[in-house]
């Protein structure tokens, strides 16, 4: 095996995971093709280049998003030290100036002494150890490569996501749980609609503001992940018919049937999160929280995670990723960022961090053990490597992925501030005990 790392994307997760390692006295060699081989998106071939938004997500203090950054600050971030010396005034959110952003990030890592910067496409797998962080838009020829590798049709193109909510947000009083013939036992939480209530809520649909295709995307649906406003502009009874029908679901007290039912699926054992199924959709964040607030029992609803459709290449982690990182089948070839599961820039850079940080252990012939659960970095490396039942989609850090009590405190306020105090006293001894020191020498 190497005794260097060789880390595949210059982006958010592969500049981190170099960083991570480089820091702690292994030598990197990093591999970018921006600059030689241009990507639909990128307009620069500086390293970490932020394509869709200036903005970095809420940095609402005591949010999950607000954890996380604070979480990758104290293991020495670089990605979180080019944020902070470039942030912009954005409200509460953490934005920055793009540009001097990837500048810094970018002129860090090639004047890194353990870090060799190597402007080329790879189109194969190098030896391990290895980190693959190519993004969403990794290359057809490496694409092909990690398909061999695999043995498998892991790749997802689209990912069709439904919304999250959280459960305490939801006005039980309007909702039942049942499943349809009452097989299965009461899986379900239903919002049931009167005719009137139903008509309003497609007409809401069908003139919400939806997000438009990318250059580089093509309206290409399944049946399966079809957008819910898609199926509604077919005509006024095609969801009634669909996804909202209410055939098979009676109200338990009333046993009347309603016009049509949205139906809420636990998104956790512990029932904290609750998806929306089947409102997969292409809508404008603020037109979907707008529109499914007019679902009963929702008038109020936090959402965890809204909904979306787009180009995606993921892996199905859970079934080819061990608790390190790297494949089951493969040890020593890493996955971090995008391509492992998650949504967002900070949630791939946590990705790339802890995949460099795994290698790093490998090297030295140490094991890694993974961040603790009731953190943010252990709460998302555990989403992206636990098997489960039903199928997988990338997500967002959110507090519906920790398994900690106080997810049942009802003051979200002192739930939060209480899981995000409690997070970084566990990372920190997680920390400590794993000898993962900080170095702030660059």
Known sequence: MNQFLTVVGGGLAGSEAAWQAA?????VVLYEMRQTVPTPVHKTDQLAELVCSNSLGNNQAGSAPSLLKNELRSMGSLVMMA??????PAGGALAVDRDLFSAEITRRIEAHPNITLRREEIRDIPEAPVVLATGPLTSESLSEAISRLVGQEYLYFYDAISPIVDAA???TRKTFFASRYGKGGDDYLNCPMDKETYQRFVKALIDAEKVPFARFEKPIYFEGCMPIEELAA????TLAFGPMKPVGLPHPETG????AVVQLRRENQEGTAYNLVGFQTKLKYPDQKRVFSMIPGLENAEFFRLGAIHRNTFLNSPSLLGRELDLINRPGVYFAGQIVGVEGYLESTAMG???GLSAVKRIRGERF????RDSALGALMTYVTERRSGTFQPMNVNYGLFNVQEMKIRDKKVRNSKISENALASLSRWQEAAHLEVDSAF
């Open 369 to 372: 053990s993974t961040p603790p």
């Open 353 to 355: 961090m802890l995949a």
């Open 83 to 88: 944020a902070d010396l470039h942030a912009l």
């Open 169 to 171: 947000s939801i006005d």
């Open 256 to 259: 009347k049937i309603a016009h």
């Open 234 to 237: 077919r005509g006024e009874k």
């Open 23 to 27: 820091q702690r006295g292994i030598p």
